[in-house]
């Protein structure tokens, strides 16, 4: 077992990445309010949601990165 | 669609916030002892109250004024049965007690009188209370008979006295919010409305002596009780007129004893039908043999419907879950759902499984199971309302007629289960209200 150092750079890269899974999801509310018809007072009474499905898009998305990640590490191997 | 906001814990300040001339106090004319201007006359004053019959209903209302009616004091006890006179003394050791009510009306200490003695001393005790000069409240239902509710109305309206009866629904947050609902049409058309009320037990009360047999448990014989129609059905019939404005046009039923066969006169299985100009129906079933669905009061309008007794209403269409939900649930149903080639040809029309939305928050409810009085059910509110008129003189418009229809409805239920017939609503038990005159 090693330290993990998480550098400034990598924290600015989840940031940015998290940031762009809450606007994907976000703008999913917002097209759900026009697809369904509901009221637009959901943009914010459905943070909570949007919230939700920001962590899900992250945690799918660290998941492709992960396995990415591995894939190269062992063709570099070989 | 606007209707008052309250719950019931604010319902008195609420209520007494409001002016003469709101709409609340306009559609439920005897809440205006709440309002403003009136609680003005009643401060730092006391109605002074007799009890006549202190058993069970007369002791809860004891309880009840001693713990939160602080408008009243019990100045006298009146009871023919020793023991329950001797209970009531306990609480209340200041109050003068008497076994005749005559001695009782001759004090001129005692202003208002509330009547809980059984059903068929309903009539004499209110006329004789009248008729000394006393305000009065006497216990649902009015009277024994429909002639004895007559006289007791003629008697209230020539007496320019304070009349109450003990309809608390009439004072119960929760009703007052879901009338202004049907007033005002948020559940639409009303299209019908269904009361019932079951328990499990025989309804005796213990009796020390087989002597005492007809004077302790008097609901069970036809002399002194309509049985389940005067002591439970009123409470659910007053609905009809309240909601619909209307009086039937023509009642029917059928009333059996099917289970309590102990030598009881009145009936432990009824069911009647009251059928409106309109053609809109109320019904009323009771059966104190089996308690599963306990009591409910409905009313069903083409948009949604009420459900008193739980304290909640249901609209028919209810409001779509939030779009984020509705987008979740498509792609869940795409992507986890079976594809089958054959479907179902026929769904049953299973209930609604809607969880609705309270009419009130903070909503007490019961299941009718007691048989003395509920917590929360409007009692207090109606005594406490008793005891203000009491204070200021000044009889209470529309409460004597919605309780006298009440009574009379219940009556000539019994009357249509007896003959077996199909009875049209006779005229001479109609009185000026809900537009009929005098007959």
Redesign the interface.
Same mark, same amino acid.
């Given at each position: 077992m090693r330290d993990i150092l998480l550098t400034v750079k990598r924290q600015r890269t989840e940031i940015v990445i998290f940031i762009v899974c809450f606007l994907v999801a976000f703008g +999913?509310?917002l097209?759900?309010?026009?697809?369904?018809?509901?009221e637009w007072k959901?943009l914010y009474?459905?943070l909570l949601?949007?919230l939700c +499905?920001s962590v899900l898009f992250y945690g799918i998305v660290l998941f492709l990165r992960l396995l990415y990640w591995g894939i190269q590490k062992i063709l570099h191997k070989k | 669609m606007e209707t008052t906001d309250f719950s019931r814990r604010d319902f008195l300040k609420s209520a007494a916030a409001m002016g003469g001339g709101s709409l609340l106090l306009s559609a439920f004319p005897w809440l205006q002892t709440f309002s403003k201007e009136n609680q003005k006359e009643v401060i730092g004053e006391k109605a002074k109250i007799a009890i006549i019959g202190t058993g069970s209903r007369g002791m809860y209302h004891i309880q009840n004024i001693l713990r939160v009616i602080p408008q009243a004091e019990i100045v006298a006890l009146c009871d023919v049965y020793q023991p329950h006179l001797d209970q009531a003394a306990a609480l209340c050791p200041k109050a003068k007690t008497y076994t005749d009510y005559r001695e009782l009306l001759l004090s001129p200490e005692v202003e208002g009188v509330l009547i809980a003695s059984p059903l068929h001393t309903h009539a004499s005790l209110t006329i004789a209370g009248l008729n000394a000069g006393k305000h009065v409240f006497c216990e649902k239902s009015m009277a024994r008979t429909l002639d004895d509710c007559k006289a007791m109305y003629d008697t209230y309206k020539q007496s320019g006295k304070v009349l109450y009866i003990g309809q608390q629904r009439l004072f119960d947050p929760k009703y007052i919010k879901a009338f202004e609902m049907v007033h005002n049409g948020s559940i639409g058309e009303v299209v019908g409305i269904r009361n019932y009320w079951f328990r499990n037990n025989d309804w005796r009360r213990p009796v020390s002596d087989p002597s005492l047999e007809r004077h302790i448990n008097w609901r069970l014989y036809k002399e002194y009780s309509g049985g389940l129609m005067t002591e439970l059905a009123t409470h659910q019939l007053q609905l009809g007129t309240w909601a619909l404005k209307a009086l039937p046009d023509f009642i029917s039923g059928f009333g059996d004893i099917i289970f309590w066969k102990d030598g009881r006169e009145v009936y432990d299985s009824v069911n009647v039908m009251y059928h409106y100009p309109n053609g809109v129906h109320m019904s009323f079933e009771s059966t104190i043999s089996n308690k599963f669905f306990g009591m409910g009061e409905q009313i069903l309008g083409h948009k949604g419907t009420i459900e008193l007794s739980k304290g909640k209403y249901y609209m028919e269409e209810p409001k779509p879950a939030p779009g984020i939900q509705q987008l979740i649930n498509q792609i869940e149903h795409k992507v986890f759902d079976n594809v089958s080639f054959a479907g179902p040809s026929w769904v049953p029309e299973t209930a609604s499984e809607s969880k609705g939305e309270y009419i009130v928050e903070k909503t007490k409810t019961h299941d009718g199971a007691s048989s003395t009085g509920a917590v929360g059910d409007g009692s207090e509110e109606l005594v406490a309302a008793f005891c203000h008129s009491v204070i200021t003189g000044k009889p209470i418009p529309s409460l004597v007629e919605e309780a006298y229809y009440s009574s009379v409805l219940a009556l000539l239920g019994i009357k249509a289960m007896e003959e077996r017939v199909v009875m049209p609503f006779p005229d001479a038990y109609k009185i000026p209200y809900l537009n009929h005159s005098n007959v």
């Amino acid at each position: 077992m090693r330290d993990i150092l998480l550098t400034v750079k990598r924290q600015r890269t989840e940031i940015v990445i998290f940031i762009v899974c809450f606007l994907v999801a976000f703008g +999913l509310n917002l097209y759900s309010i026009v697809a369904f018809g509901t009221e637009w007072k959901e943009l914010y009474t459905q943070l909570l949601w949007v919230l939700c +499905l920001s962590v899900l898009f992250y945690g799918i998305v660290l998941f492709l990165r992960l396995l990415y990640w591995g894939i190269q590490k062992i063709l570099h191997k070989k | 669609m606007e209707t008052t906001d309250f719950s019931r814990r604010d319902f008195l300040k609420s209520a007494a916030a409001m002016g003469g001339g709101s709409l609340l106090l306009s559609a439920f004319p005897w809440l205006q002892t709440f309002s403003k201007e009136n609680q003005k006359e009643v401060i730092g004053e006391k109605a002074k109250i007799a009890i006549i019959g202190t058993g069970s209903r007369g002791m809860y209302h004891i309880q009840n004024i001693l713990r939160v009616i602080p408008q009243a004091e019990i100045v006298a006890l009146c009871d023919v049965y020793q023991p329950h006179l001797d209970q009531a003394a306990a609480l209340c050791p200041k109050a003068k007690t008497y076994t005749d009510y005559r001695e009782l009306l001759l004090s001129p200490e005692v202003e208002g009188v509330l009547i809980a003695s059984p059903l068929h001393t309903h009539a004499s005790l209110t006329i004789a209370g009248l008729n000394a000069g006393k305000h009065v409240f006497c216990e649902k239902s009015m009277a024994r008979t429909l002639d004895d509710c007559k006289a007791m109305y003629d008697t209230y309206k020539q007496s320019g006295k304070v009349l109450y009866i003990g309809q608390q629904r009439l004072f119960d947050p929760k009703y007052i919010k879901a009338f202004e609902m049907v007033h005002n049409g948020s559940i639409g058309e009303v299209v019908g409305i269904r009361n019932y009320w079951f328990r499990n037990n025989d309804w005796r009360r213990p009796v020390s002596d087989p002597s005492l047999e007809r004077h302790i448990n008097w609901r069970l014989y036809k002399e002194y009780s309509g049985g389940l129609m005067t002591e439970l059905a009123t409470h659910q019939l007053q609905l009809g007129t309240w909601a619909l404005k209307a009086l039937p046009d023509f009642i029917s039923g059928f009333g059996d004893i099917i289970f309590w066969k102990d030598g009881r006169e009145v009936y432990d299985s009824v069911n009647v039908m009251y059928h409106y100009p309109n053609g809109v129906h109320m019904s009323f079933e009771s059966t104190i043999s089996n308690k599963f669905f306990g009591m409910g009061e409905q009313i069903l309008g083409h948009k949604g419907t009420i459900e008193l007794s739980k304290g909640k209403y249901y609209m028919e269409e209810p409001k779509p879950a939030p779009g984020i939900q509705q987008l979740i649930n498509q792609i869940e149903h795409k992507v986890f759902d079976n594809v089958s080639f054959a479907g179902p040809s026929w769904v049953p029309e299973t209930a609604s499984e809607s969880k609705g939305e309270y009419i009130v928050e903070k909503t007490k409810t019961h299941d009718g199971a007691s048989s003395t009085g509920a917590v929360g059910d409007g009692s207090e509110e109606l005594v406490a309302a008793f005891c203000h008129s009491v204070i200021t003189g000044k009889p209470i418009p529309s409460l004597v007629e919605e309780a006298y229809y009440s009574s009379v409805l219940a009556l000539l239920g019994i009357k249509a289960m007896e003959e077996r017939v199909v009875m049209p609503f006779p005229d001479a038990y109609k009185i000026p209200y809900l537009n009929h005159s005098n007959v």
